[in-house]
Structures are given as C-alpha cells and as structure tokens.
C-alpha cells in the first residue's frame, strides 16, 4: 500500500488531536497484517468507499479513550465510557477520517466515509476484514491509539 494513502490518516488524527490541545505525537510503531484485527478495549470502525475501499479503526485502551474525550470536553473528567463518552470516540474517528479524506481529495482521491460503528469492552478480539492492513500505533499525550488501514486500491 503506497503512503501516500496511509499518510492522510496519521496526519488526520494529529490535526484533530491537536485542536483539542494533544501535542507531541509520535509514531511508535509500524506493520502489515494479513487482515485487518484488533483486540483493543474500544474501537471505532469507519468504511471508506469511493476510489478507495475499505476500513479504517481506531483502537485503544479505555484509559485512552476517557483521556481523550476528556480533552475533547475541554478537560472535564470521565471517569466511565457511558453512552456520551463512546459518541465521543465515534464523533472523534467522524473528524479524523473527513480531515484524511480532505487531504486525499488534494491527491485526486475522491473518498467517502460512512457512519462510525463503536465496539467497547475488555477482552476481545475480532476480525474486521481480510484486506492487507498497515497498523501504525501512535503514542500521543492521552495514551497509545493503534491506526488500522486497510484498503483496496
């Protein structure tokens, strides 16, 4: 899979993640996978249909994930995932895949995405889809978020 279709994505997360005040994000690791797997506490699913097809999830721990919607509520705290807490991360994965297919459209990528779909709980592992993936986890001030793509080009 070539970068510059993964790139968009990465660049995404850290400009959205930025506007809620998270700085000095770093990639902390990168690889293919045969299928696109997670076994995170919380993960947001995002289809990306167009010139490219395909997935995109965003997975982490539910530290991660309070953390986060933490800071997108101007810092209140968030001691459980309750039902506004998993809109958030669905609200967050909505910004984060419209910035990257933004910035695929200035590549002549025309994308769209669809509707987030949110899966919470501990202890699970699921399959999402069989596409070659590229995982590239990212630690940012809120905890590790793990970056799945998978796409047919």
């Known amino acids: 899979m070539d970068i510059k279709y993964i790139l968009p994505f990465l660049d995404g997360l850290k400009n959205i993640l ?28 995002i289809g990306i249909v167009g010139e490219l097809r395909g997935n995109v999830a965003y997975s982490m721990s539910q530290d991660t994930a309070k953390n986060i919607v933490s800071s997108m509520m101007m810092g209140m705290p968030v001691e459980e995932l309750d039902e506004v807490a998993r809109s958030g991360i669905g609200e967050l994965s909505n910004m984060v895949t419209g910035n990257a297919s933004i910035l695929l459209s200035e590549n002549d990528v025309n994308v769209d995405i669809t509707p987030p779909s949110i899966v919470f709980g501990s202890d699970i592992y699921f399959i999402i889809s069989s596409v070659d993936t590229i995982t590239v986890d990212l630690k940012t001030p809120a905890g590790e978020v793990e970056v799945n793509i998978g796409l047919e080009i």
Request: net charge negative; proline share 0%.
């Open 18 to 45: 930025e506007q809620f005040g998270m700085v000095g994000i770093e990639r902390s690791g990168l690889y293919k996978k045969d299928y696109m797997a997670v076994d995170k506490d919380v993960t947001a699913i």
